[in-house]
């Protein structure tokens, strides 16, 4: 039968338990034993939703206090030495790690961070040197696992895999080498203990994350004799685990054969950013027994999804492979996206219906197996609702802004190039502006003090008025401004007093822009991020960001500096 699974899900809470529980403890109001309940509580949590919802492959280990990455360097050994010589263990080590830590005589700084591919999610980058060592110095994969069987959900625990992990990691400057040559035969035995220890309390299938295989860095020439070492060794070391090697963000291309020939049980691939790819992930495999999971669902975005169009890609996978060979899944992690509509009661009814975050996105991969099991008869009142959603919004005026698309035709290639020469450009700014030669400034934003943010909580919930909130405002840019003249800044800025966040704030000030109360993704660690969801044409009624910028000037000799959002992070 063709089985609902999923490939991970949103750490924070409904209500960013989580991200509250966390920054309590670093601030030293929640203590160690707290924060571990608040975890466990909201894994325990998750897992049952799901298998409520009909998951029947509920992910473990998904969960971490700060990042998946840094979890599997803090359980595999991978301790950077200016760290691991310090006296610091458990969460106090691994929160060193991942923030840094400067008390009692203990100067760390945190680990590099860097962007989780192409979105806005950011991970701990390993670090490793030649000849370093593993162990399994936390198994939380199996923790969890017997965790989630003691609340009664038998999951499938998520890995990064090998090659993945080693991949995303960096080697000193000083001293580059082949982390897979060099490393690959000293975490395989890590990764062995793991999987044999999860095999021995039960689990039957294993997610082994492998996201860097889509990428050009893992060409199959260099990649395939090294994946072929890990998952020969795996699988024959422990053979009674049933490994799903996941991939996502994009094509698997040329190793899609390398997965196919190797002895895994099973091969994700993500049909939303590549459906190119079915065709040639079901030729790869019809010959063997290994099954193929469809990421079917965007785990990227939070648009409802098309069901009739999903169903049509899960149907040939079936007449192909057979139900027993095709599991639904979302593209990715559910991470992604936010908690659940639940929360959204001042949205725009018509907008809301169009939309899908997380527990929403469980519902739909159930339907989807349902309807490959059984024929779209069972489901056919969630299919008519999808299919009434997704012509909704395709047809809605409101999405369509006649003004903008006339704005757009009347666009000629004249306008898109410059009208004099840079160093023409470059004389008259000069002249106008008469800056130092190395004129200084800041970027822009000041830091929003508790007492600007109570401010602005108080107008939004209607306690002041915007008279008062502006007085507010003005005063502060008034502070900080001749804070700057006096530390000798020669371009100025207004300090943005007046907006939240720089995404937010610009959204709130157009139309084609929607706003979710609860909306909330993780970006790093405790950091959330609730972006605007765009859901027409773009427009702008009103000016946005002069009137604060013409106070500003009115206050200063000095010149002062304009701030715009660009609009490639607007897309974002």
């Known amino acids: 039968m063709v089985l609902a699974t999923n490939l991970g899900f949103p750490r924070f809470g409904p209500n960013r338990e989580l991200k509250k529980a966390v920054e309590g403890f670093w601030s030293g109001k929640v203590d160690r034993k707290s924060l571990l309940t608040t975890a466990k509580e909201l894994r325990v949590n998750h897992w049952r939703l799901q298998k409520a919802t009909g ?120 001293d580059q080498f082949d982390v897979l040559k060099e490393l690959l035969p000293s975490i395989l035995p890590v990764y062995e203990e793991l999987l044999s220890k999860l095999a021995a309390e039960g689990a039957d299938w294993v997610q082994m994350d492998e996201p860097v295989l889509v990428t050009d860095r893992a060409s199959a020439t260099h990649i395939r004799p090294f994946y072929e070492q890990a998952y020969s060794t795996l699988t024959q070391k422990v053979s009674s685990i049933k490994m799903m090697v996941t991939t996502y963000f994009d094509r698997v291309a040329d190793n899609l054969s390398t997965i196919a020939n190797s002895n895994v049980a099973g091969i994700h691939v ?161 002249s106008i502006l008469n800056l130092p030669m190395f004129p200084t400034t800041t970027i822009g934003s000041f830091p929003q003090t508790k007492e600007v943010r109570q401010n602005r909580a108080n107008f939004k919930k209607g306690a002041i008025s915007r008279e008062q909130y502006m007085k507010f405002v003005r005063e502060e840019t008034i502070r900080c401004l001749r804070f700057q003249e006096k530390v000798g800044l020669a371009v100025v800025v207004d300090g943005e007093f007046d907006r939240n966040d720089m995404v937010e704030f610009f959204g709130e000030n157009m139309e084609g822009y929607v706003f979710s109360q609860n909306g909330w993704v993780q970006s790093y660690g405790s950091r959330g991020v609730k972006p605007p969801i765009i859901f027409g044409d773009v427009s702008r009624p009103k000016a946005i960001t002069v009137e604060m910028s013409q106070f500003a000037q009115s206050q200063t000799e000095k010149k002062v500096k304009g701030m715009l959002t660009g609009p490639v992070t607007m897309l974002q």
């Open 270 to 430: 993500d049909l939303v950013r590549a459906p190119q790819q079915l065709d040639d992930a079901i030729a790869a495999i019809k010959d063997k027994s290994m099954v193929l999971s469809l990421g079917l669902i965007d785990g990227r975005n939070v648009w409802k999804t098309d069901l009739g169009a999903a169903l049509a890609h899960a149907q040939k996978a079936v007449q192909a492979l057979g139900k027993d060979r095709v599991f639904i899944a979302p593209s990715c992690s559910l991470l992604h996206t936010p908690h659940s509509l639940e929360a959204e009661t001042k949205m725009d009814k018509e907008i809301l219906n169009w939309l899908a975050f997380s527990v929403e996105k469980l519902n739909e991969i159930v339907t989807l197996a349902k309807a490959s099991n059984d024929g779209v008869s069972d489901v056919q009142k969630e299919i008519d609702a999808n299919r009434s959603a997704i012509e909704s919004r395709r047809t809605s005026s409101r999405i369509h802004n006649a003004a903008v698309k006339q704005r757009i035709s009347n666009i000629t290639p004249e306008m898109k190039r410059r009208k004099s020469p840079f160093a023409t450009r470059f004389e008259q700014q000069r």
């Open 55 to 174: 998951i029947q492959h509920v992910p473990s280990n998904d969960f971490s206090f700060y990042d998946q990455v840094l979890d599997a360097s803090f359980s595999f050994g991978a301790i950077p030495e200016r760290y691991a010589k310090q006296a610091l263990e458990g969460l106090q080590l691994y929160f060193a790690m991942a923030r840094g830590l400067q008390k009692e005589g203990i100067d760390v700084p945190a680990m590099e961070m860097k962007k989780w591919f192409d979105t806005n999610y950011h991970y701990i980058v390993p670090e490793f040197t030649r000849g370093m060592q593993f162990r399994v110095a936390e198994p939380t994969a199996v923790n969890h696992f017997v965790e989630a069987k003691e609340a009664g959900v038998h999951t499938r625990p998520v890995l990064i895999g090998p090659i993945s992990y080693l991949l995303l990691g960096k080697t000193p400057k000083d």
